[in-house]
């Protein structure tokens, strides 16, 4: 990307019941795009059941964010506008 611009790694998983889980980071020249070995977690929603509460009441369902799916990448920048060969 010229000195302006980004990169951005965008990650989507669609599971066969059609849900879409999605992640993405943004690298700009200051972190030299992202040049080097990257990951790239995208989190899978879970819904948890309601239960008895002490006093007799309901809790209410809590969504939970949980780690599922990890991308390694590789980025090479080559940007000759940065004087950046790496």
């Not at 690298?27 to 070995?37: A, C």
């Not at 879970?46 to 990890?70: H, R």
């Amino acid at each position: 990307p010229a000195s302006t611009g980004s990169l951005i790694l965008l990650a989507t998983i669609t599971q066969s019941n059609f849900l879409r889980e999605s992640r993405y980071v943004e690298f700009k020249v200051n972190k030299s795009f992202g040049n080097g070995t990257q990951k790239l977690i995208v989190q899978k929603t879970f819904i948890s059941k309601p239960f008895q509460l002490p006093g007799g009441g309901m809790s209410k369902p809590q969504t939970i964010p949980v780690d599922a799916y990890e991308f390694t990448v590789q980025v090479t920048v080559h940007n000759q506008e940065l004087g950046v060969s790496q």
